[in-house]
């Protein structure tokens, strides 16, 4: 929920430890600024060891009982009670001052909830709530201003966050607590952007970011931004994402975007994978340079690939998928229409994957993909500038075949179609790093046939991955 910010003098804060009634527990001279309330039990839970990390991301302020609830019986191994925290910077505006902690407490496998609000910088380096947070097993950065949040970066707060993620605990946030929850922090301290105003200029002066803060396992190159469809912030992350791209804030030249709507949390587990609760998520990909970004001009970017995550579908954050996306784009500061829902291109159903494996670099040693239905994906990566991946298909007489592949924008690659000798039969070699590459054949031999799909690096590599289609007619 939104927090405002009441200036309060510092001699009337005082620390108040709060029992699961709601009942006076203790009282003691605070910190700086900061305010500290504890529902549920007064000692920490001590274990050997958790069975994380977990991540609940959040798109309002509120927690989202599934969601977290599956965070705590993950990290717990579902025996057991863990401690949780959560990081506010101002107290809300009216109502119960722990908002969160009245819902999480009441979650089976909770031991204690605190709250502590800071409403210093300064605060962040304060002794009691880094040792509360090193105690927790989950913390969570509660609706407000994630500006404040973003100042924290480089404190002895960010460590003490890091650690429980670390021992295999957890975190996540809700609003701006899921803005600052991403490696790319859209931290609005120049002021909130509209997704009129983001696309009019990608470099408008409240577009600001801070980065290097918190890098969660498998989710690197992510912009979060929050009340996605509510308030219409598709465009503006779109633009998050093209800045991304455009100013090297996240690696390998592609950046992924994660909006999530009111009500809804994505929850990610230790192996990457999220789950989608309560309400819609949105993926953006932008996986080329931008065609127009520039300060003071309208953007311009083709092919935006987007994941619409229902309730209860998923999304794989450490292999990420090459497949199930819907494309739009924005073409001199106006987006395409419909851009909350489109029919996957790549993924329809029957559609199979199939992820290189090494070594793959000749005919001999092609990944074997002539048991894939069509429409069928190919992923991988070209990890050298010698690399070539190699992959056997099957085409039947009078059957066309179409293969289109999405080239990262860390290395320049071509596409070759072979033929079981290994002669080739059509080639893309369009120049440029991140330049798409596309080649179609018609088998007009009686039979079916054996050709090889061979993808090789022509400048460049990197650890960014492509991504292939085949169809057929």
Same mark, same amino acid.
């Given at each position: 929920m939104p927090r405002r910010f009441p200036r309060r003098p510092a001699s009337a804060v005082t620390v108040a430890l709060l029992s699961l009634t709601g009942t006076l527990a203790s009282t003691a001279p605070a910190e700086a600024a900061a305010d500290r309330i504890r529902l549920g039990g007064t000692a920490d839970v001590s274990r050997p060891g958790w069975? =994380?990390?977990?991540?609940?991301?959040?798109?309002?302020? !509120?927690?989202?009982?599934a969601s977290m609830t599956r965070a705590i019986d993950t990290i717990r191994g579902g025996t057991g009670t863990l401690d949780v925290v959560v990081l506010a910077g101002s107290a809300p !505006? *009216? =109502? &119960?001052?722990?908002? $969160?902690?009245?819902t999480v407490v009441k979650l089976a496998g909770v031991n204690s909830c605190t709250t502590w609000t800071l409403t210093s910088a300064a605060d962040a380096d304060g002794v009691a709530v880094n040792t509360d947070i090193r105690n927790a097993e989950f913390v969570f950065f509660a609706g407000g201003d994630q500006c404040r949040y973003a100042r924290w970066k480089g404190t002895a707060l960010e460590a003490s966050v890091e650690s429980v993620v670390a021992k295999a605990g957890g975190?996540?946030?809700?609003?701006? =607590?899921?803005?600052?929850?991403?490696?790319v922090v859209y931290d609005a301290c120049a002021g909130s952007v509209t997704t009129a105003e983001a696309l009019a200029d990608p470099y408008d002066p409240a577009l600001?970011?801070?980065t290097g803060m918190f890098e969660w396992p498998s989710y690197a190159g992510v912009v979060n931004d929050s009340h996605f469809s509510a308030r219409d912030r598709m465009g503006r992350t779109m633009a998050f994402v093209a800045r991304a791209v455009?100013?090297?804030?996240?690696? =390998?030249?592609?950046?992924?975007?994660?909006?999530?709507? $009111?009500?809804?949390?994505?929850? @990610?587990d230790e192996n990457g994978l999220g789950t989608q609760y309560g309400g819609d998520a949105y993926v953006v990909l932008g996986d080329h340079q931008p065609e127009q970004a520039t300060p003071g001009k309208p953007l311009t970017y083709s092919g935006y690939k987007i994941w619409r995550l229902v309730p209860g579908a998923t999304y794989d954050f450490a292999d990420r998928p090459a497949c199930g996306y819907y494309r739009r784009s924005v073409t001199q500061g106006v987006a395409d229409a419909n851009l909350y829902d489109g029919t996957p291109e790549s993924c329809a159903p029957g559609t199979a994957a199939l992820k290189e494996s090494e070594p793959n670099d000749s005919r001999g040693s092609a990944d074997d993909a002539?048991?894939?239905?069509?429409?069928?994906?190919?992923?991988g990566t070209l990890h050298s !500038? &010698?690399?070539?991946? /190699? /992959?056997? @298909?099957?085409?039947a007489s009078g059957r066309t075949a179409a293969v289109h592949c999405d080239t990262p924008s860390a290395y320049d690659a071509d596409l070759y179609l072979l033929d079981a000798e290994g002669r080739t039969l059509q080639r893309s070699v369009n120049d440029g790093s991140g330049s798409d590459e596309a080649v179609t054949f018609t088998r007009t031999a009686s039979g079916t046939g054996t050709y090889y799909v061979d993808f090789e690096? /022509? *400048?460049?590599?990197?650890?960014?991955? /492509?991504?292939?289609?085949?169809r057929q007619s």
């Amino acid at each position: 929920m939104p927090r405002r910010f009441p200036r309060r003098p510092a001699s009337a804060v005082t620390v108040a430890l709060l029992s699961l009634t709601g009942t006076l527990a203790s009282t003691a001279p605070a910190e700086a600024a900061a305010d500290r309330i504890r529902l549920g039990g007064t000692a920490d839970v001590s274990r050997p060891g958790w069975n =994380g990390p977990a991540f609940t991301m959040n798109g309002d302020g !509120s927690v989202v009982a599934a969601s977290m609830t599956r965070a705590i019986d993950t990290i717990r191994g579902g025996t057991g009670t863990l401690d949780v925290v959560v990081l506010a910077g101002s107290a809300p !505006s *009216s =109502g &119960s001052r722990t908002p $969160e902690c009245d819902t999480v407490v009441k979650l089976a496998g909770v031991n204690s909830c605190t709250t502590w609000t800071l409403t210093s910088a300064a605060d962040a380096d304060g002794v009691a709530v880094n040792t509360d947070i090193r105690n927790a097993e989950f913390v969570f950065f509660a609706g407000g201003d994630q500006c404040r949040y973003a100042r924290w970066k480089g404190t002895a707060l960010e460590a003490s966050v890091e650690s429980v993620v670390a021992k295999a605990g957890g975190a996540g946030g809700g609003s701006a =607590g899921h803005h600052i929850n991403s490696p790319v922090v859209y931290d609005a301290c120049a002021g909130s952007v509209t997704t009129a105003e983001a696309l009019a200029d990608p470099y408008d002066p409240a577009l600001t970011f801070t980065t290097g803060m918190f890098e969660w396992p498998s989710y690197a190159g992510v912009v979060n931004d929050s009340h996605f469809s509510a308030r219409d912030r598709m465009g503006r992350t779109m633009a998050f994402v093209a800045r991304a791209v455009k100013d090297g804030l996240a690696p =390998g030249g592609r950046a992924w975007g994660v909006g999530v709507d $009111e009500k809804a949390s994505l929850f @990610i587990d230790e192996n990457g994978l999220g789950t989608q609760y309560g309400g819609d998520a949105y993926v953006v990909l932008g996986d080329h340079q931008p065609e127009q970004a520039t300060p003071g001009k309208p953007l311009t970017y083709s092919g935006y690939k987007i994941w619409r995550l229902v309730p209860g579908a998923t999304y794989d954050f450490a292999d990420r998928p090459a497949c199930g996306y819907y494309r739009r784009s924005v073409t001199q500061g106006v987006a395409d229409a419909n851009l909350y829902d489109g029919t996957p291109e790549s993924c329809a159903p029957g559609t199979a994957a199939l992820k290189e494996s090494e070594p793959n670099d000749s005919r001999g040693s092609a990944d074997d993909a002539t048991a894939l239905v069509w429409p069928a994906a190919l992923a991988g990566t070209l990890h050298s !500038s &010698s690399d070539r991946d /190699y /992959y056997r @298909i099957t085409l039947a007489s009078g059957r066309t075949a179409a293969v289109h592949c999405d080239t990262p924008s860390a290395y320049d690659a071509d596409l070759y179609l072979l033929d079981a000798e290994g002669r080739t039969l059509q080639r893309s070699v369009n120049d440029g790093s991140g330049s798409d590459e596309a080649v179609t054949f018609t088998r007009t031999a009686s039979g079916t046939g054996t050709y090889y799909v061979d993808f090789e690096a /022509y *400048s460049g590599s990197g650890e960014a991955g /492509y991504g292939c289609t085949l169809r057929q007619s």
